[in-house]
């Protein structure tokens, strides 16, 4: 049977977030280490498929990287193999890479990836483009190619898994995996969360880049997952399905697709062996769309309750004409800062960014008017213009309201998992979702949501503060530690991710956990 969207079809999703808390305690008591004989290859590949290389000689966005932020209503751009490319740089591709003695080299993203183990795969289901032949692909950042997986034009296929007719008019769309051992090898059963953090701040350079090359793009996050899965080869419980980014429009339907048979093709070992994690194979599997029935019913619903601001808000202070670096130069820059120089920011930059990083976010199911899942709360280290304390941030009137007055950066250092990048950054970014509701409204699904849309605005928020010549990490907390904090507004919801913004300091800094 498929799931359903009432309470009880949350349990799941609650007993894993349970399960997956992080304490003092438990990060002491935890007996895992890492086996680096065993860490996976960061790179998924196909002995026996011809590669076929992507030129590097594609558009780079000019546009500065707080309007592409900002511009929803992209029109006008066109489909090719060259803007395809420049889209899948300037989401997934390798951006620097670095050799260390003895040999090792690590390989940074365009996205930000927690551990940079970059456990998010990307494949693509195309018409035919110019310069590409419909069908089935995945790309590989590793040699910058794809690798074709099934000959035809697929779309009312995907348009059928995803109950949206609007797939199969789009010239492609990437389907985004998990291959779950990547990310599990360091963070075990909490690996779940991270994927949807790092699908998150893929999503976020996707739909800046596709904006600044003109190109309408939403997210899908309701599908069969089965049929996705089946469609693109993988087994839905080593790697599954977490979204479909859908780019580009055409008043041309796709033609009936050829039979969906199922392919499975050899791939190199990641590791000499894997560890599997059963709380996640449970929630993948709990959290699936069985039938169309599934996927229309999961979208349909009434929006969630909305939350009335105080009057005596602190309204921001965006820069009123603000000079950001071209989202091009954003993203090659971007990375996650180690040290914050423990300076002020100003409260005009804090304004833009948050401004920036919280517009509607082009999707099926969430970040729309009555459907925004994350609330920001804020401990303000040193904000010029704004005091130091414990904040709530309401985008709907765009104001703080000060829960506690005072200096926090020793709280919020323990807070991030006793980590200074907490206590030295200007300002700490804790995302909140009310679990309780979002899973009465979404069932299990509704996990996969609250994270992902935490880690799209935690996404925005890396890119337009790294614009702005600021710095920005993605952390991870004390779960309950960090409710009773900003309890008693924050009694009942649940904390689901940290970003913490700043000038970052010279120097290597400090390493970054998450654990």
């Known amino acids: 049977m498929g799931m359903k969207p009432d309470h009880s079809s949350g349990s799941v999703a609650k007993h894993y977030h349970d399960e997956t808390r992080h304490s003092h305690w438990s990060v002491r008591q935890s007996g895992h280490y890492l086996d680096w004989d065993n860490k996976p290859f960061p790179f998924k590949i196909y002995p026996a498929l011809t590669a076929i290389p992507l030129r590097r000689e594609f558009p780079h966005p000019s546009l500065p990287a707080l309007d592409a932020l900002t511009m929803r209503e992209a029109r006008g751009g066109r489909v090719t193999i060259e803007t395809l490319a420049s889209l899948l740089f300037f989401s997934a591709g390798v951006t620097k890479k670095k050799s260390f003695p003895g040999g090792q080299e690590y390989y940074f993203r365009a996205a930000a990836s927690t551990g940079a183990l970059y456990e998010v795969e990307v494949y693509l289901v195309t018409s035919e483009i110019p310069g590409l032949e419909a069908g089935v692909y995945h790309f590989c950042p590793g040699d910058f190619s794809l690798r074709r997986l099934r000959e035809g034009d697929y779309r009312q296929a995907l348009a059928r898994a995803a109950s949206d007719e609007s797939v199969a008019h789009a ?69 599954g399905a977490l979204e479909l980014f859908v780019v580009g429009s055409s008043g041309v339907p796709a033609p009936p697709s050829p039979p969906v048979d199922p392919i499975q093709y050899a791939i190199i070992p990641l590791s000499h062996h894997e560890v599997e994690e059963p709380l996640i194979r449970e929630m993948h599997a709990a959290s699936a769309l069985a039938t169309q029935a599934d996927v229309h019913a999961w979208r349909q619903g009434s929006p969630l309750s909305s939350l009335k601001p105080p009057a005596d808000l602190s309204p921001i202070k965006p820069l009123p004409d603000p000079k950001s670096l071209p989202l091009t130069d954003t993203i090659i820059r971007r990375g996650s800062t180690r040290r914050f120089a423990q300076v002020e920011i100003s409260l005009s930059q804090l304004s833009t960014i948050l401004r920036a990083s919280t517009q509607e976010i082009p999707a099926d199911a969430f970040g729309g008017p009555g459907q925004r899942l994350s609330q920001l709360y804020l401990i303000v280290n040193a904000v010029g213009g704004l005091h130091p304390g414990a904040y709530y941030y309401w985008p709907e009137t765009e104001g703080f309201e000060l829960l506690k007055d005072g200096e926090f950066r020793s709280q919020a250092g323990y807070l991030c998992l006793e980590q200074e990048l907490g206590a030295d950054a200007s300002a700490v970014i804790f995302f909140f979702s009310n679990l309780r509701e979002i899973l009465s409204r979404y069932g299990n699904r509704g996990y996969r949501l609250a994270n992902l849309e935490a880690g799209i605005i935690g996404g925005n928020c890396y890119l337009a503060a790294y614009s702005l010549g600021l710095g920005a990490s993605g952390l991870t907390f004390y779960d309950n530690d960090t409710i009773g904090f900003f309890s008693p507004h924050a009694e009942g919801k649940d904390a689901i991710f940290v970003t913490v913004l700043g000038r970052a300091a010279k120097g290597l800094g400090r390493p970054v956990r998450l654990v």
Request: neutral net charge.
């Open 171 to 239: 010239p492609v769309t990437l389907i985004l995996t998990a291959i779950f051992w990547r990310n599990v090898w360091k963070y075990q059963a909490r690996a779940y969360r991270h994927c949807y953090w790092d699908s998150g701040t893929m999503l976020a350079n996707s739909l800046a880049a596709a904006a600044a090359l003109q190109l309408p793009a939403r997210v899908v996050t309701g599908f069969i997952d089965a049929d996705v899965e089946r469609l693109i080869g993988v087994d839905g419980e080593r790697e």
